[in-house]
């Protein structure tokens, strides 16, 4: 993922687990890898603020 305001390739700056559909039984449990992506170029305005986010679909065991 790159910066939309200077381009440089952004850094994934946290990442965690997120759980879908664990409040109801019928629902299919479905769990997510979300990583935040910031922008590191010491110019940029955005530097240090999330740019994006990805979700990774992740195997249940
Ligand atoms: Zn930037």
Do not use: W, Y
Not at 19 to 39: A, I, M, N, W, Y
Not at 46 to 53: F, M, P, V
Request: glycine share 6%; net charge positive.
């Amino acid at each position: 993922m790159k910066c939309p305001k200077c381009g440089m390739d952004a850094i994934i700056s946290e990442s965690h687990n997120r759980v879908e559909g664990d409040k109801s039984p019928t629902d299919q449990t479905r769990l997510f890898r979300v990583l935040v992506f910031q922008c590191r170029n010491p110019q940029c305005k955005l530097r240090g603020t999330e740019i994006g986010r990805q979700e990774l679909a992740q195997k249940l065991e």
